[in-house]
C-alpha cells in the first residue's frame, strides 16, 4: 500500500485495456475524488474492524465447575507430608478445568459509517497509485462460461505479473555453486478483484469458480476487499459509479 503522505497528490494516469490486454487509452483520476490522502492509520483501523466482524466466536472452554469430577478435597490438609490439594478440577491438574479460557462471545463492532467510507475511498486511491489498478473498456459476458473469462485474466497476469528469478536449489549431496539446480522461474500469485457496475449475472458465475478472482459492483466495495486482492480491475461504468456515489434524480 502507499506511503502516507499530506501533500496535494497531482492526477494519476491510469491505462484502459481490452479483454485482450492491450492498452487502448488512459484516463486521468483526480485523487481528491477518493479523499486525496491515504491515511494508513484509518485503514489498519478499518480492516481489524471487518477482520473482527468474521469472526463465529464459538470457541469454547470448560471451567474448573463445568468438568466431571469430585469436588471433594483429594486428602487432608495435614500430616500426609505431601503438598496441600484441593479438588481434582482445578486447572492444575491434568483433566482439570481451564482457568480463564475463552467462552463464546461476539466480537463484533462497528466504525463511524463516514470513516467506514474514508477508509473505503483511500483503499481504492492506493491502487491507482501504486499502479495497481487498471480500467477495462468493455467487458460483456453473453452467457455463463468459465473458460473465457479464465483466459482473459491470464492474460492479464502475464502483462502484469513480471516473472521473477527463483535462487538456485542445492543438490541434497552438495551445496556448492557449480553443483546447484538451475533456477526457475516462476510467476508471483495474482488475485484480482473485478468492479462492475451493477450486478452482472453472467459475470458473476463465469468467474465465481476462479480461485483467484472475485467480482463485486463497485456500491459494495470495502475496505478490507479493496486491499485483499492484488489488482483492481475496473470498468469504465464501474468508475463513474466510484466517481460519482450519489448521483442526482432527474
Known sequence: MSTETNEPLPKISVPVINRDGAEVGKVEIDPAAFGGKVNRQLIQEVVLMHLANQRAGTHSTLRRGEVAGST???FRQKGTGNARVGTRRTNKRRGGGTAKGPKPRDYEYHLPKKAVRAATRMAILSKFIDNEAVILDDWKV??????????VFQTLTKKYSPVVEAKPEPTPTESTESSAKPAKKKRPRFTWLVGTADYDKNLHL???NLEDVEVLPAREFNCYTVLKQKRLI????????????NPAKS
Open 142 to 151: 453473453d452467457k455463463v462460461k468459465t473458460k473465457p473469462v479464465a483466459t
Open 234 to 245: 475496473l470498468t469504465r461504468a464501474a468508475l463513474e459509479v466510484l466517481l460519482n456515489p
Open 72 to 74: 471433594k478435597k483429594l
Open 206 to 208: 463465469s468467474a465465481r
